[in-house]
């Protein structure tokens, strides 16, 4: 199984971030729901063409108002008509749309079989949990670096180069370290 991310949730509007939106667009505007379930319509630009020809299209996409506040917690089926579908009779695999964390994933498979959306929903909890913890890991390195360099000490002196000279002798110009008579880099 493959999963990837495909778009997010941008308030009202859905941004599809793949090259190619069909078979997914295809599913999310499929969705019917029953009678008396509230549901939310959002928005989804399309560009059909290229350059001067390009022209966009606004698709209304209409999600259950309850699935938007679960996918907040777990990753949810937009599918219409299933969990796995096939997009169309030429395609030999299989798709699931799903929303997690406001952001929009499609799991591919050849087949589909018993353990299939248990496979897909931990694929897309740990890409997302994946994601977050770098991000994070990022920020506290980012943190760090600006510390590092916002950081205002207190200032020494340099040593005087006649004390330089008079330690290189005492020490027959080797580390007291390690021997050498390289320069070496003290690490505390």
């Known amino acids: 199984m493959k999963v990837q991310r495909v778009g997010r949730l941008a308030g009202n509007e859905i941004v599809l971030t793949t090259k190619k ?5 295809g599913i999310l505007t ?20 290229e350059g001067l020809a390009a022209r966009e299209i606004l698709l209304d996409i209409p999600l259950s108002t309850d699935m938007l506040k679960y996918q907040q917690s777990t990753p949810t089926s937009v599918s219409a008509g299933g969990i796995f579908q096939k997009p169309s009779p030429s395609d030999d695999g299989y798709l699931g749309i799903f ?3 406001d952001q929009i994933f499609a799991a591919e498979t050849d087949y589909v079989e018993d353990a299939s959306l248990e496979e897909a929903l931990l694929l897309i909890k740990r890409h997302v949990y994946l994601n977050d913890a770098r991000l994070k890991r990022l920020r506290q390195e980012v943190e760090a670096m600006e510390r ?10 340099p040593i005087p180069e006649a004390t330089k000279l008079i330690v290189y002798q005492r020490d027959n110009g080797a580390c007291v370290r390690c021997g050498s008579r390289q320069t070496c880099i003290l690490i505390m």
């Open 148 to 157: 590092v360099l916002e950081y205002v000490g207190p200032k020494r002196k």
């Open 21 to 25: 939106p069909g078979h997914i667009l």
């Open 99 to 101: 929303l997690f964390k």
């Open 30 to 49: 499929g969705n019917q729901f029953p009678q008396g379930v509230q549901t939310t319509e959002l928005k989804c630009a399309l560009i059909l063409g």
